[in-house]
């Protein structure tokens, strides 16, 4: 019982209930037209069958007088099946006719009368529906002209009975219909919420189940089930960046402790605090700067979004190589950048593409050995700006770029160098912000980076 009011409420058969409803009025008024029109095509040729009729006796009486239209009615009530004819003197004694009496309804205003008669087949009296109309003649005589209607009344009975055996069969078929579609959504709505309710339980491995019907619960299934798949990869990548925190960490946090250990333990003098303090510092500079790191990747991994105004990247290019240049004469490296083709102007955020782009610098310039060489490019491919930055430093295995852009990641060969794995992280983030796709290469020897974005029309630029 409660599982059939559950479907009765359920807005599978609310929905069902509704185009039923639809349905039937439109079927209603489609019948009720149907059966206008044909009760109405069939009394309107009677009608004009009876005046007709009724114009050729009156000529007839015109012509002949009353002994003359008594004959014809004679005539014609002999050999006539459908037609009644009755004849009556100023007495309303009968002169002629097929009917035994003079009908009893009265008149309508235009003489017309529907009364019952009987009609002779063989010995048994049949009562049959009529039509006829009623014509005053002089010297009081009255003539009766009109149809047998019985096939009309039985056309019209018909038409009634299906458009009601219609109707019932409309509804009943619309709440089975209704019910079954109720039952079939009902099932599978249910199927989703015990999903979820196995999902919110702790299960994320769960997932909703889908038919492969490619109907709009089958859509809605397969968005959740990669929303669930991101979810999953999200608390995967916060359990593992968690974890790495943790492992990172330690370690600058162990030395902060053990210096400040080894200096209270040793020569209290202003000169060994003083030294002990800057190391301090360099170590918490070097923390700060790896929390902040964190913090703007979340930022950008979580949605926020900058300004878009037109960046051209020529420029931004020119600034970070500025910056860096001393560094690269410092390490004997060649900085460059190679001359731009096209339009280089997208739309972002000026501060975070600078950003992204010093860091790849960085990266290159601490990979790359003595005499090596690092350039920049920014080109224009169609509705794209391209911008490369390539070194000819010993590169990275073919296996291992999908994993350079993860946090805290650094590859055997890098744990020497100074750093907390985060920069190419923040590229990455600063690539998804914009939309813009970022591409690994193997720069033979060397490796590039290109980051793909949108380019700016020309009337955003102006």
Request: net charge negative; proline share 3%.
């Amino acid at each position: 019982m409660l599982g059939l009011i559950k479907l009765v409420r359920s807005t599978a058969f609310r929905l069902a209930l509704f185009y039923l409803l639809i349905f039937g009025v439109s079927s209603a008024g489609l019948l009720g037209f149907v059966f206008w029109r044909s009760a109405g095509f069939t009394a309107e040729q009677i009608d004009q069958t009876i005046s007709a009729e009724v114009q050729g006796l009156h000529e007839r009486y015109r012509l002949l007088g009353v002994p003359g239209l008594t004959q014809v009615v004679k005539e014609r009530s002999n050999r006539q099946s459908q037609s009644l004819y009755y004849l009556v003197d100023r007495r309303g004694r009968r002169l002629a006719g097929n009917i035994d009496s003079w009908p009893t309804s009265n008149a309508d205003q235009q003489d017309w009368i529907d009364f019952d008669y009987n009609h002779q087949v063989g010995d048994v009296a049949e009562q049959r529906r009529a039509r006829a109309r009623e014509i005053e003649i002089s010297g009081g005589y009255r003539l009766l002209v009109g149809r047998d209607v019985q096939q009309r009344v039985a056309l019209v009975e018909l038409i009634q009975s299906a458009f009601w055996w219609a109707g019932f069969g409309i509804v009943g078929l619309g709440l089975l219909g209704g019910l079954f579609i109720g039952r079939q959504m009902l099932r599978r709505i249910d199927a989703m919420a015990a999903a979820s309710a196995e999902i919110m339980a702790g299960n994320l491995n769960h997932r909703v189940p889908h038919d492969g019907s490619g109907d709009e619960l089958d859509r809605l299934a397969q968005s959740l089930n990669s929303m669930l798949d991101r979810i999953e990869v999200l608390m995967n990548a916060v359990r593992q960046v968690s974890d790495n925190i943790a492992h990172d960490l330690r370690t600058p946090i162990s030395r902060l402790r053990a210096r400040a250990e080894v200096t209270l333990m040793g020569d209290p003098s202003l000169e060994a605090c003083r030294e002990a303090l800057e190391k301090t510092l360099e170590e918490a500079d070097a923390l700060l700067s790896t929390f902040n790191a964190l913090l703007d990747i979340a930022r950008l991994e979580g949605g926020a979004s900058g300004p878009r105004d037109p960046v051209n990247l020529n420029e931004v290019i020119a600034d970070v190589v500025d910056l860096y240049e001393p560094v690269a004469e410092d390490a004997q490296i060649t900085l460059e950048v190679l001359p731009a083709v096209g339009s280089t102007t997208v739309k972002g955020d000026r501060r975070l593409l600078s950003q992204a782009i010093a860091n790849l610098v960085d990266n290159a310039l601490k990979y790359t050995g003595s005499r090596g060489r690092v350039w920049l490019k920014a080109e224009q491919s169609g509705k794209q700006a391209i911008l490369t930055i390539g070194d000819n430093g010993p590169g990275v295995p073919a296996l291992e770029r999908d994993r350079i852009f993860d946090r805290f990641v650094r590859l055997d060969s890098d744990r020497s160098k100074p750093g907390n794995g985060l920069g190419l992280s923040l590229v990455r983030a600063v690539a998804v912000m914009h939309g813009a796709e970022l591409k690994v290469d193997d720069g033979h020897p060397g490796l590039v980076v290109s980051i793909i974005l949108e380019r700016a029309s020309e009337v955003e630029v102006q």
